[in-house]
């Protein structure tokens, strides 16, 4: 059973940084891809970014690009997202997942990490 563990969340000033952790419990073909995504109340959750374990190659939404950046460290199993200049729009809870690479559909779901940003 794969799992994914979010940490890294919390209360944080606009302007400020912010550092999400994803833990992945199996790195197999079936969890290759992991990407971020991000629900803020009463909205759709959105797509962040994604990275592969195999080559590290990186996806990311046009809204985040230049503030956020997705890592990873296949030793530890873990995938980062290391987001800066944060704007109160970015409070949502943020989840990561995980897929087969290739195929469009997120199989594995974390619980989620909360972030807010304050004004």
Do not use: H
């Not at 059973?1 to 912010?18: D, N, P, T, W, Y």
């Amino acid at each position: 059973q794969v799992q994914l563990v979010e940490s890294g969340g919390g209360l944080v000033q606009a302007g400020g940084s912010l550092t999400l952790t994803c833990a992945v419990s199996q790195r197999t073909v079936s969890t290759d891809v992991v990407g971020w995504f991000r629900q803020a109340p009463g909205k759709e959750r959105d797509f962040v970014a994604f990275i592969t374990w195999s080559g590290g190659s990186t996806n990311y939404a046009e809204y985040v690009k230049g503030r956020i950046t997705i890592s990873r460290d296949n030793a530890k199993n873990t995938v980062y997202l290391q987001m800066s200049s944060l704007k109160p729009e970015d409070t949502a809870v943020y989840y990561c997942a995980a897929r087969i690479f290739g195929k469009p559909k997120y199989d594995y779901w974390g619980q989620g990490t909360q972030v807010t940003v304050s004004s």
